[in-house]
């Protein structure tokens, strides 16, 4: 029996259509089609908004799918943002502060959202560009999050419908890159069953985004294709849908194969790593690990100070100070991770050059400035407590 998994992950849905979506997420509940939904915590917030969507997911999501349940929909979180787990091209000493200060506050805000909006609890993750770093298990289990997606398109055709574990005891779950999709749904199970047939794949598990900007699927496009894909799938022998986290809990785990820090790209299943290293790209990592760095240069004095502050017992006009320029750094993040997340520099050769280049250097350079401004503020407060 070949275990089916498939997820649908919902970044800048269109404001103008979410009263829509409460009939269409019923729809699939009625049809008793078991999907994986992975939503940003933005995204959330937006959808938060409209009672009847609110009321769907507390309905149709139980509060934590597992293998007992495996026939129920799932809802899971990526991040905030839609920032990545890790930039590409991040210097190794930059990771700690990345991860400690961007990718933790990015999952906790989801999952915070997720909890006490709808109720629900979110086991699985979905991240941006599916660029995953092993080093942000740590962070992930901290928030119990259980497994996350993967990008499927380097590893070998047994591995494609494995699950694997990291050293952190997170869950693996490679995403399938060679199976068509959003074509014929019988086409599609075609193509499942002949692999499963080359390969003995136990599980497999596709997906992906949709009503994002101008080059997702609509939503009720996605939700169309999958009531008719599940109609097939249940016509199918030797074929079972599930949800994802199902699948992530029934398989035997192995450790993950890959020897390099993040797996790319569901965009371009062929090129792999080379699609991102187009010159815009490139010119806006370079630009946003700058900024990454300088945060952290900054986070560690600030850090610094703090324990001189603490040790000599400083006065309050200091502490008023430092508490002051901790609330910038902290605003400058949050800045920076509201505009300059995932798609605003990871995929210039797709959307309007001249709007994308606008927002992403207009904010990276408000960014900069803002950290330019808490550099001297902090220079300051460092005269009078280390000298």
């Given amino acids: 029996m070949t275990e089916v998994g498939i997820f649908l992950f919902g970044h800048g849905m269109n404001p103008y259509q979410i009263d829509t979506y409460g009939w269409q997420l019923h729809q699939l509940h009625t049809k008793k089609a078991p999907f994986s939904f992975f939503f940003t915590g933005r995204t959330l917030e937006a959808m938060k908004k409209n009672e009847l969507v609110r009321e769907k997911i507390r309905e149709m999501f139980p509060e934590n799918v597992s293998a007992k349940n495996p026939y129920d929909s799932e809802i899971g979180v990526s991040s905030w943002n839609h920032f990545p787990v890790v930039p590409l091209d991040l210097e190794l000493e930059s990771w700690g502060i990345y991860l400690e200060s961007f990718v933790n506050k990015e999952i906790e805000n989801s999952k915070r959202i997720l909890w006490y909006d709808y109720g629900k609890n979110a086991r699985g993750f979905f991240p941006p560009e599916l660029l995953f770093a092993k080093a942000a298990g740590y962070y992930l289990r901290r928030h119990w999050i259980d497994y996350a997606i993967v990008d499927g398109s380097m590893l070998n055709p047994w591995e494609k419908g494995q699950v694997f574990h990291s050293p952190d005891g997170l869950k693996l779950v490679p995403r399938h890159n060679w199976i068509r999709t959003l074509g014929h749904p019988q086409e599609t199970v075609n193509d499942i069953l002949n692999f499963t047939h080359n ?39 030797g074929i079972e849908l599930r949800n994802i986290a199902s699948i992530a809990d029934s398989a035997s785990t192995i450790p993950y194969p890959m020897d390099h820090h993040y797996t790319t790209s569901w965009i371009d299943c062929e090129k792999g790593l080379t699609f991102l290293c187009h010159p815009k790209v490139n010119k806006r990592n370079g630009i946003v690990n700058d900024v990454i760095r300088n945060y952290g240069r900054l986070k560690t004095r600030l850090e610094a100070v703090k324990v001189r502050i603490e040790n000599e017992r400083l006065g309050e006009n200091i502490q008023e100070w430092y508490r002051n320029i901790s609330n910038d750094l902290e605003n400058a993040r949050i800045s920076f991770c509201s505009f300059a997340g995932g798609m605003e520099y990871r995929h210039p050769v797709w959307v309007n050059e001249e709007s994308m280049s606008r927002t992403f250097y207009g904010t990276t350079s408000y960014s900069m400035e803002n950290l330019g401004n808490i550099d001297q503020s902090l220079h300051g407060l460092e005269q009078h407590v280390f000298h």
């Fill in 199 to 237: 390969c003995g794949a136990k599980s497999i598990v596709l997906g992906y985004d949709f009503d994002y900007n101008n080059y997702g699927i609509p939503y009720y496009q996605g939700v169309a294709y999958h009531c008719k894909l599940a109609d097939i799938l249940y016509r199918t022998g």
